[in-house]
């Protein structure tokens, strides 16, 4: 029997194997790219944090009215940091940008930013101010308190704070740009006490407000905000609402009634909030007979887009801007109206002259209770 041997083919060129050299250099990539970033972090802490061995002093110059981020970069050109847009943005999150004074400063390279910030803020003993602002004034009224003070006069004021470059802040950006707009600047000057130099600039003093304003918003606002799908200026302007109808303990409550009376499909579209309204009474604080009219020199001349804008018992939904300048628990409160009346359906109230609210669901009701806060002696 013949034999016959099997034999296998062997091909000259067999395929490569594929994938294990890919792999290879991804891999050495990855740990490439990790090993960059942990290096960047760990510099970026080394700035904000100092070095261990200070380098040697240098000085450096802030020009008055100059901003954080001119301040920064100068730091940078001194070799006194590394990271001006972290410098910068340590600043916003800490707070401490309005504290920044000008003059000649002697500053270590490498110092912490602590320490950078600590210098800057307490380089000369001048002469200062103490102002307070009440929750719930508007921009003019801070304008006049910052005149009665010899700070400045009402109208520097108020043309730096609404024609003024800010947009160093996030809110400042976000202010719609609105002809029938009254004031960019209403709504945003955040009232508190301050301390104010005497000497400092106009530009400063605003600045001061605007990064208190900037600090009080934090992230978890802005994410409710988004929550409620309302924007920061219609969060504050909301707010400005709640805390001209109440102020107090009657915030979430009267913010219900307010988020119910915005909510789509409402029966009832409408503010119709005596603080900003067609009523000519001086007693009443109305936004538009107290505030603009006497801007624009009486009644008759407001404007009819502005007076349109502001009008809430002819205009569907917010109008075009804030009334007035909130307080923190204004601002919480419209973010954080009250479930139960919300829920309820709550779209009236009225106070009494005793400060009591009577709320109610329908227009019968609020009827009623108008008749029985008016009878109240």
């Known amino acids: 029997m013949a034999r016959y041997r099997r034999e296998t083919y062997q091909d000259p060129n067999p395929p490569k194997k594929r994938g294990s050299k890919g792999c290879l250099v991804a891999i050495i990539l990855l740990v490439l790219l990790l090993a960059a970033a942990a290096f960047a972090a ?25 901003s954080s981020t001119s301040i920064a970069e100068s730091l940078k050109e001194a070799g006194v940091i590394r990271y001006p847009t972290v410098f910068r943005y340590y600043l916003r999150y800490t707070g401490q ?24 803020s307490q380089y000369a003993k001048r002469d200062s101010v103490t102002v307070t602002f009440p929750e719930g004034i508007t921009a003019q009224r801070f304008a006049q308190l910052m005149e009665e003070a010899g700070l400045c006069t009402a109208e520097e004021f108020l043309d730096v704070a609404n024609n003024g470059d800010f947009s160093q802040y996030e809110f400042w950006n976000e202010i719609p740009e609105d002809p029938d707009r009254f004031m960019k600047c209403e709504g945003y000057l955040f009232p508190d006490t301050y301390a104010f130099f ?9 600045d001061k407000l605007y990064a208190e304003f900037d ?36 915030d979430a409550r009267v913010s219900a009634v307010f988020h119910n009376r915005l909510a789509e499909g409402s029966p009832f579209p409408r503010l119709e909030s005596n603080a900003s309204s067609y009523v000519q009474n001086p007693e009443d604080n109305n936004y538009i007979y107290n505030w603009i009219a006497p801007y624009y020199g009486g009644w008759e001349n407001i404007p009819q887009n502005i007076y349109n804008a502001y009008n809430t018992y002819e205009l ?39 400060g009591q609210y009577y709320y109610a669901k329908t227009k019968s009701e609020h009827d009623a209770n108008v008749s029985k806060a008016f009878s109240v002696k």
């Open 42 to 66: 760990f510099s970026v802490l080394g700035d904000i944090n100092g070095r261990d061995e200070l380098g040697q002093e240098v000085t450096v110059t802030v020009e008055q009215g100059e």
């Open 97 to 120: 940008a309005a504290n920044l004074q000008y003059g000649d400063f002697t500053l270590n390279q490498g110092a912490s930013y602590d320490s950078i910030i600590s210098t800057l």
């Open 198 to 206: 005497v000497d400092d600039s106009v530009y400063n003093y605003v």
């Open 215 to 250: 600090a009080k918003v934090t992230p978890e606002m802005r994410q409710r905000a988004d929550e409620l799908g309302m924007t920061l200026e219609e969060v504050v302007t909301l707010a400005s609402f709640v805390q001209e109808e109440a102020g107090n303990a009657e």
């Open 316 to 354: 569907n939904g917010l109008p075009a801007g804030p009334i007035s300048n909130p307080g923190i628990d204004a601002i919480q409160a419209a973010l954080y109206p009250d479930q139960e009346y919300l829920d309820g359906g709550y779209y009236f109230f009225v106070t009494d002259k005793n």
